[in-house]
């Protein structure tokens, strides 16, 4: 039996896209520009795979082995993790989702109100600290929830967990899953006192499934198990899943993904890295940022010792954060790709759609393409 990894580490773009202009993402490029804010970028296993071969990185030389390794690019609208992690697997964004740039109307607060006897605070494009500091003493004193969106299509709520039990909260966000047609509906469950609030590893996203057939409905047709690691089981809504794996935090879904590669004799492994886009990206903290990485990168070393033969481990990402963007949302970027074959295999470049990791897997486990799903398999 085959086994096969993809690890998404998340908002780690690799260099504009061409219409990243009309997202207001005009030259940006994450990576690029996080290596040259840190002074060069200290990731010596990523290095040796090919990642300086992708794109000029400072502090990162090309390889002078490089496994598979390219940059991917969306086909579809959007620049959020739902839409990344949807079109890896094949399901391709056919119209942007809608956002809410002047904050929620009035007839969608009401109808909040009434769905969850909970009174609303902020509602308004935020940052996620920011609000909370905003806000949270007006929410410890009166109870009502706080509410913000962003440039991407999101409605969040926070509540501080003395005020609102982490339940109630993904109970009120269900409500409103129910009410409003964004992408994702976001928990966001915060402690501590004023001046220092902090958001728990409690965060649940409310997404909507993915409207068609996806890579990972193909695979468990296929009869190949699908295990999903961090944010991925709730980005899909369950759909093609057949077991979620704790990955709250990087660590979390690090020690899941190294638990699932020793245990594992089949299947697809699907991690999410979440710290690099909501711990560090948008808070522009580009030493916290690089400090994940070189988790990541050492973690990845770990793992090269447990491939097995026949593995294929598959590293990229969805979107990107770019850090020195003026704004502090998402930015419309390629994505990364480090491929690796287990037994070895030459190294090449490919350069394609965000999809091609999909039915590259879906060939590698299945031994066949998935007809009518997009994309083209690079192995």
Known sequence: MRRAAVVVIDACGAGALPDAGEYGDAGTNTLAH???????????????????????LRGVAPA?????????AAQGHGKD?????????????????????????????????????????????????????????????????????????????????????????YAVCAAARELVDVGRVIARPFEGRPGDFRRTAGRRDFALAPPRESYLDALRDAGVAVHAVGKV???FAGRGIDRAHP???????????????????GGLIFTNLIETDQ????????????????????????????????????ITADHGCDPAAAHSDHTREHAPLLAVVQPDRPGFRHDGALADVGATVHRWLAGADAAGLPGRAFI
Do not use: C
């Open 34 to 56: 996080l290596a040259e804010a840190v002074g060069g970028l200290d990731l010596p296993v990523l290095g040796s795979l090919g990642l300086g071969s992708i794109l000029p």
């Open 64 to 72: 002078a082995a490089p496994v598979v390794h390219g940059r991917l």
């Open 81 to 169: 993790s739902t839409a990344g992690h949807w079109e890896l697997m094949g399901v391709v964004s056919e119209a942007p989702a809608p956002t809410y740039p002047a904050g929620f109307p009035d007839e969608v607060v009401d109808a909040l109100r009434r769905a969850t006897g909970h009174e609303f605070v902020a509602n308004r494009p935020a940052n996620g600290i920011a609000v909370l500091d905003d806000f949270g003493e007006e929410h410890l004193r009166t109870g009502a929830l706080i509410l913000y969106t962003s440039q991407d299509s999101v409605l969040q709520i926070a509540a501080h967990v003395d005020r609102v039990a982490p339940d109630e909260l």
């Open 233 to 235: 089981d709730d980005l």
């Open 247 to 265: 990955g709250a935090t990087n660590e979390a879904a690090l020690a899941s993904t190294g638990r699932l590669l020793h245990e594992l004799e």
């Open 279 to 314: 711990v560090y990206g948008h808070r522009k903290d580009v030493d916290g940022f690089h400090r994940a990485l070189r988790e990541i990168d050492a973690e990845v070393g770990r793992w090269m010792a447990q491939l097995r033969r026949d593995d294929l481990l598959i």
